[in-house]
């Protein structure tokens, strides 16, 4: 009986190196995690604009999930992600105040979000240097944006 014993702590040593192996597989894609403040002074007298908060401004290159909120108690907020253009200044729709989303590569957004609500966006960042704003009519130009670094 001691062989069907050994061939089975064979299987389980098995069991537990695909485990490892799984377990390391899992961190290398793991999703790094940056949260999005997007509010003006509805939501707290304190904040004296337009305003897109994030908390990481460096992320290593990979999934990135944007968590996003609107803290507005008024106003509809949003976010979009682009390649940061530099001193380029963006194509901008002055009649409608606003970036002229069809002549800019947007990589992805949480698009019009109510007072109060919440949205995410999942991105495989590659490195390099983004920029996140908010399209709203006017809020880009008053500043509603921020930028974010990916590094290697
Ligand atoms: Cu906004």
Redesign the pocket.
């Known amino acids: 009986m001691s062989r069907p014993y050994r061939s089975a702590r064979t299987a389980a040593s098995a069991a537990t190196l695909t485990l490892l192996i799984a377990a390391s597989a899992h961190a290398a894609v793991r999703t790094q995690v940056i949260g999005v403040k997007?509010q003006?002074p509805s939501a707290d007298p304190s904040v004296k604009g337009?305003e897109?908060v994030i908390d990481h401004h460096t992320v290593k290159a990979g999934r990135v999930e944007l968590k996003a909120v609107n803290l507005s108690k008024s106003?509809?907020?949003?976010v979009l992600v682009l390649h940061d253009p530099g001193k380029k200044p963006l194509p901008y729709d002055t009649a409608n105040a606003e970036v002229n989303e069809n002549h800019v590569h947007s990589l992805g957004e949480v698009g019009d979000l109510p007072p109060g609500h919440s949205g995410t966006l999942t991105l495989n960042l590659k490195p390099g240097k983004y920029l996140l704003f908010?399209n709203?009519p006017g809020?880009y130009a008053d500043g509603?944006k921020t930028e974010l670094t990916v590094t290697r």
């Open positions: 997007l003006d337009m897109i106003l509809v907020h949003e908010c709203e809020h509603m």
